[in-house]
């Protein structure tokens, strides 16, 4: 009998081992579980932020161009028009009015365009910096320094995206300065024209009534910008 109680005792001290180390590996089990339900829901909570800036980031582009087109699109109508009236110049006409309004005219619809693609895209890329910013600001006070990193990066990449307008900046400071001789060489014409009373119609009275508007219009969108253009950021 003794000799059969050492012989269980191997075999119960097994077995008290194993259900020892049973509840053990219960505890491993469900730990591994909501670990894995924690990965999953973190996961999704990171896919929902992406999904959310990204629209932000199209929402953002997509005012940038409508602004765009709100700001430059009266410029090139303008242009139109002052490009039409040189037909009202005569021929008879000593003073070079017609020129002039032709030349007016097509500098304003080429300047108006490059500015209205260099206002839309740098809109566009100033506000999705501005929106990366604030959603690293936000995942810092949540303790999310991965992704708050990822965010200050993507915001400066955008902020980088500026420097590949600076061709397009400069045409449009070009065309602005060809827009201000033009303007001075058609105040000159339009004085010669009335003091020497020359044939040229209508010519010289539509060119200061050109010249009060697109002064009047600047006044408005230079305005427009102060209060419309905050309102733009995030």
Known sequence: QSCLQISESPFHAAAGKTQAAMPMMQDQEAGASTDYGATEKLSARREADDERIAANVRLAGGAAGLAGCCVVGPYIIYGAIVAFLANSVPKACTADLHSVFVGLGVTYILVATILGVTFACASAMVIEAFVHLA???????????????????QARRSFFKLLWLCPCAGLVVIGGALLLGLWIWGVVEAVSASVSGSNCGSGPAAFWVLLLFAIAMKYAGYHLFVVCGPNLLP
């Open 135 to 153: 959603a690293e600001t936000q995942y810092e006070k949540e303790g999310r320094e991965d992704e708050a990193t990822k965010e200050e990066e």
